[in-house]
């Protein structure tokens, strides 16, 4: 099974202050995903990512294969990102494509 | 509307009550697995489904089952709930078979068995 860690667990930001969170997993992916669940449960699915960098207006997702790492970055974070912001990696077995959970970031953004 | 509904949305039962939370999809996805969330321990996955007729455990499997008749849809059973199967049961579904791709994900629905 791929280990997979997310740091920090909680976090709270002022807004417009620009938002770091980590995952690190043990066994090599063939993907990763950041989703992001609201208060109220629904989860959606943010990026998906192999390798490199991938921007969707605020949001930048990185990912560095060979360190086993990837970063979730909000610039110019707003009230309304405040959610839980969990890391998932792809694992390839025989059995075909597991699906591995970080523990998620809980972040709140003040005014 | 692209979506994968699943019903019911809450539930309340009694230990050993045979249920069925139902999941389907509108997209023609290959791809579907069940997920339960739990305070502390995240997401984890209980069966995954490659297309139809090929399933698969995931890391908690105990418990449940599952069926993939439709492409459609991918029922979760509990045959004989318990009180520690009460939780946040998520589905969800995406294109590629492997189910690398983009996961959609279901509402949810909230267990509680007494």
């Known amino acids: 099974k791929n280990e997979v860690e997310q740091s920090p667990q909680n976090l709270t930001a002022q807004e417009g202050e620009f938002i770091t969170i980590n995952c690190s997993y043990s066994?090599?992916?063939?993907?990763l995903h950041w989703l992001q669940q609201h208060p109220g449960g629904g989860i959606v699915s943010l990026f998906m990512l192999s390798s490199g960098k991938k921007k969707h207006g605020r949001l930048i997702a990185t990912i560095n294969i060979q360190e086993k790492h990837s970063s979730l970055h909000i610039t110019a974070s707003h009230p309304r990102d405040s959610a839980v912001y969990i890391c998932a990696v792809h694992t390839y077995s025989n059995s075909g494509y597991a699906l591995n959970f970080g523990k998620g970031t809980s972040l709140l953004v003040t005014p | 509307e692209a979506q994968v509904t699943q019903n019911p949305r809450y539930l309340i039962t009694v230990t050993g009550k045979k249920l069925t939370v139902t999941c389907s999809q509108n997209?023609?996805?290959?791809?579907m697995s069940w997920y339960r969330q739990d305070p502390g321990l995240g997401l984890r996955q209980i069966y995954y489904s490659m297309n139809v007729e090929v399933t698969d455990k995931g890391d908690v499997p105990e418990g449940y089952k599952v069926s993939r008749k439709e492409k459609r849809n991918f029922p979760l059973i509990l045959e004989s709930p318990s009180p520690n199967q009460t939780s946040l049961y998520f589905c969800?579904?995406?294109?590629?078979?492997?189910?690398?791709?983009?996961?959609?994900f279901g509402p949810g629905t909230r267990l509680l068995v007494l």
């Open positions: 969800a579904s995406t294109p590629s078979g492997g189910g690398r791709g983009t996961q959609y």
């Open positions: 066994v090599g992916i063939s993907a």
């Open positions: 997209m023609n996805h290959e791809y």
